[in-house]
C-alpha cells in the first residue's frame, strides 16, 4: 500500500536498525511506528529524521505537549491523515486532556476559517504588523 | 487592493460599530485592524467571527499563547501571509519569547517536512493508532 | 517581478498575438490582463490554456457567474492572490452583487472550518455515501 | 478511526442530543452522518458548527444548490475526501445534475490549473484589478 | 467509493472508448487505470485531460522521468493519494531507481520545510531575484 | 516585513557568521539571499538548515538541475511565492532552458489539474498500483 516496502525488524541494515534502537530507547517503548518502517529503505534518510525530530520535540522553550499540539495543526491543515492520527496519539500520551483536544479543534477550525476569509478579502497588512 | 472597502471608522454601519466597540473593550486598545475592516461591509458575517473568535481564543483548557502559536501553525501550513503577520503580532503582544518563536517555526518546519515525506511514502496507519 | 518576461503587445510572437486578438473578440474589451502575458512567451501552453478556458467557462448546464464563483471558491482555497483579484473582478463584471459576494465568502468560511474538523477528526466516510 | 468518538444516539448528551433532533428537523431525515457523530464528544462546538452552518447554506442571494457546488469545490482544493463525499451527496440530494457535476468538475480542474501557474509566473496584479 | 461511476468497457460511450483505445496504443498495454474510467461518463472532460496529459508528459526539452518525477513532487504537495500512488508506478515504469527515488523523497521533505520556515518567517524576495 | 530581523553581516553572531561563510563558499558568491537571514537569528535553526540543505541539493542519484526543478514543482503546490523566485533563479542559475522552464510550467499546471479531479473524484487506488 505503501510506495516503499514496510520493513519490519529482520529486513533492517544495521544503520536503520541503529536508529530502531535509538526509537526505542527515546521513547521507552519496543513499538516503532509505520513511519520510521517506510523510511527505513533509506538509512541516511531515516537517520536524519529522527534525529532532526528528536532534538526539536524534547523540552526547551515550549513544553513538548505544546509541540505536539503544534505538530497536529500543521498536520490537519496540510491534510496528513497518518500524521494526524500519530500525532493525536503522541499528544494523547503526552497528557493531551479531552477538553484540551476540543479547544485545539475549535481554534484549528477557526484559523482555516479566518485563514480563507482574508484570502477571499485579499485584506492587505497592516502597518502596525510591519515593526519587527 | 482588497476586493471589499477597507471601511473606516466613519463608514461603519451601526450594527458594525457596535462589534468595533467590542473588539476595543475586549483587546483594551483602539486599534482595529484591517481584518475586521474588510469583514466590516457584511456586519453578519463580521459579528459571527468575532463572537467565535473571542470566545474560543480566551482562556481555557488551553492559555490563549498556546492558543495564538496552533493558530500561526495553521496559517503557515495554508500559506496566509497576513493572518501569519496578525498572529505572531499577537504572540508577541501575549509574551512569546524570541526562544518560543524559533521553536514553534522549528516544528512546524519539521511537521511540514514530515507530512510530505508521509504522503509521499503512503504509510499505512498503524493499528495502534487506530485504538480511539 | 515575475519568473517569466510580461509581454507587451509589441513583443507577442505571430502565435500568441493570434491569442491576444481571440481573448479581445471574446471579452470584448481591448485589454488583456498580465496571467496572458506571462504565459505569452510560451505560445503553445497559451493557447492550449486559452482555449480550454474558453469553453469551460461560457454557458453549459452551469450559468458563467456560478462558474465564477466555484473559480473563486477554488483559488481562495489555493492560497492564489492574483487569482482572486482577477476572478473576483470577473464575477463582479457578470454581475456578481454585493450580497452574493458576501454568502460566497460566508460559504469559503465554513467549508474552510469544517473541512480542518473533519481532517482533525478523521472522520470515516458514511456507507450512505458510498454509493455511487 | 477517526481522533474522537463516534457517538451513536445512547451515548449524546441532552446538549448534543438537542442538536442532533435540530439537524433531523432541518433536514427531514433521521439520518446523520459521521461528522455530527464525530463532533458531538463537543456539544459547544456541535451547536455552534450546526447553528452555523444551518443559517449559511440555506436560501439566500445565492440558491442552496450554487452553495453546495462552492462547498465541493473548497473541500476538493483542501483535499478533503470525507467532504467531497458528502457535499456531493448533498448537491445530489438538492437537484445536481450529471451534466452540472461534470461542469463543476471541469472548472475546478481549470481553476486548479491556472492557479499554480500563476503561482509559478509569480504574475503581479494587474492595476485594473486593484480598483475596489 | 468514487463520485462517479468507475466504468468498465462494456460501458463505456464510442467516444470514451476512443479515448481508451489511445491510451491503450500509446501506454502498449491494455491496462487502463481508475483515474480515466472515473472521468469516463464525461467523454469531453476524458478526451481533452487524456490529449493534453499525452503531450505535455512526452519527450521535450525535459526528459519523460524528470516529468514524472515533477508529478509526483505536486501530487506529494497537493495531497493527493492516488496521484502519488498512480504517478510514482508510472515513475518506476519509466527507469526510477530506488536511489533516485530516496532523493526525490529527500527533495520533496526539504522542499516542505523551507517553504514552511519562509511562510512563518514572512521573508521578503531579494532584489536579485526580480531581475526576469 | 519579515516576522523576524532580516540581519546583515555585522548583526551576526560567530555561529551564524560559520554558516555564512560556508554558504559562501559553497556557492562561490558573497551575495547570501534573504532566507538566510531570516533564519540567522538562531543559529541552531539556520545550521541544521543549510547543512541538510548542502548535502540534499548537490549531485547524487539525481542531478541538480533535476533537484531544483522537483524544488519549484513542491514550492508552486505549497504557494511559496519567496521560494519560487529564489528557486526559479537558482534553477536559471544552473542552466535551466526557457524551453525547459515551459515545459516545468506545463507539467505543473498539467499536474494541479489531475490532482483536483482525482481528489473531486475520489478516484480509488487501481490494485496494480499497491503491489510495492
Keep these: 500500500m505503501a510506495t516503499t516496502p514496510i520493513l519490519d525488524d529482520e529486513a533492517l541494515s544495521p544503520e536503520a536498525r541503529a536508529v530502531f534502537d535509538d526509537i526505542r530507547a527515546t521513547r ?12 527505513a529503505h533509506d538509512p541516511a534518510l531515516l537517520a536524519a529524521t529522527w534525529n532532526r525530530l528528536k532534538e526539536i520535540m524534547g523540552p526547551g522553550a515550549l513544553d513538548p505537549l505544546t509541540k505536539e499540539l503544534i505538530y497536529i495543526a500543521v ?3 496540510n491534510g496528513c491523515s497518518y500524521c494526524v492520527h500519530s500525532h493525536t496519539a503522541a499528544a494523547k500520551a503526552k497528557g493531551m486532556t479531552e ?20 484570502t477571499a ?8 504588523f510591519q515593526i519587527g
Design 28 to 39: 521507552k517503548t519496543d513499538f516503532v511506528n509505520n513511519f520510521w518502517r517506510t523510511l
Design 99 to 118: 477538553a484540551q483536544h476540543a479547544e485545539l479543534l475549535a481554534v484549528i477550525g477557526m484559523a482555516a476559517q479566518t485563514n480563507a476569509l482574508v
Design 121 to 128: 478579502l485579499q485584506t492587505p497588512v497592516d502597518e502596525a
Design 75 to 77: 498536520s490537519v491543515a
